[in-house]
């Protein structure tokens, strides 16, 4: 073992540490997310209640109402996932708290000594933890929008194909529930490698907590 | 702060020796310019490492290293070594 083992590892650490940060960002993003979205989405409802309340009754036929729900409710779902997607996407994409580990290595031992001593493991340990513990409702949260997301289009799809084989037409609560089904297997099957790649990455995390545990009781000891 | 209660910055203390490791002896002003620290955080490090033996002080002023200042920066560098190099983290990056 050498000290160009010693930087190996401590820069494969660096890559483990900056995913807990992209977790812990996107975690941190689900609140105001999740705000900003009932705040749209009640918005919307209501001016569609005042729509129904005020032009309704009085101008719009049940034909052109329901249309219009129709609309409303398809877009305001195609946008809210579109939100949840663009905006996690925007919380992950951090900069690294750790990108100058790269300039310190260069000294060797000293460099490596200077990150040690220079890392706030309370922080660290918590951030890995929060990450390890609420790293699933992520995972949960990105195979719902694909779930949702499919199940836009699975019912009109599948309407399509029973009129063009069937020839039997418009959407029944049947398509709807195959479309649902069909969006979970579909979106299942297109992601377990990435679900296995969560579960493994979980894994990883709870590894990584008890081997950072192990080094700053280490480096404590060295210390005193 | 008394020498018993301080508790040295690992890196600090490796960068004191290694200074002068590289430089022999030294004048404490520019033993705190070569290390890059103030000259009242260097007069506390080298307070405790005089007690430690890490260092000797002489009449002239200058610093100088001692065999055992010598074989606790050859320690922190086994150290390094030893417990970073043993990080179990072969997978982490791929999750």
Redesign the interface.
Known sequence: MSIDDAVANLLRLRSALNIVEVINHELDALPKILVRLLVIITSTLGVYSLIIVFLGVTYLSDIQLSSLGIVLFTLLAAFTLYYIVRELEKASRVRSPYSDWDEKVKEGALGILRILSELDWDTVDYRVRRARSLYPILLVIEELILVALLSLIMPWLISLIMWLILGIQGITSLNIIGGVLVSIAVALASTWGEISNGAKALWSIDSLMWELRWLYHEYRRIQT | MSTEEF??????L??II?TLMGNGGMRRTNLATASGLSYDKLQRYLDWMTSKGLVVIDGDGYVRLTNDGVRAYEE??K?????????????????
């Open positions: 508790k040295p910055n690992l890196y600090v490796a960068r290694n922190l560098v150290w390094v070594i030893k417990y970073v190099g043993s990080l179990k983290v072969g997978r982490y990056g791929e999750g």
